[in-house]
């Protein structure tokens, strides 16, 4: 693989980590969610890994 595009943990996290959620080899065009297993917490995080559009719902 390239050099790809990294995605990360998004959440604001109290012990200051950038944990490694997934390697794409380009930018995903949709939007995606990743869901992330806290190293720390264990609690399963959703991380976006796409591009959101304007009309997406926010809920």
């Known amino acids: 693989m390239a050099d790809g595009v990294v995605h990360r943990c998004t959440k604001n996290c109290p012990w200051n980590k950038k944990c490694f959620v997934c390697k794409t080899e380009s930018e995903v065009r949709e939007d995606v969610v990743v869901l992330h297993k806290c190293m720390i ?8 890994i796409g591009k959101a559009t304007a009309d997406a719902c926010v809920g």
Request: proline share 12%.
């Open 41 to 48: 917490t264990k609690e399963d995080i959703p991380v976006h």
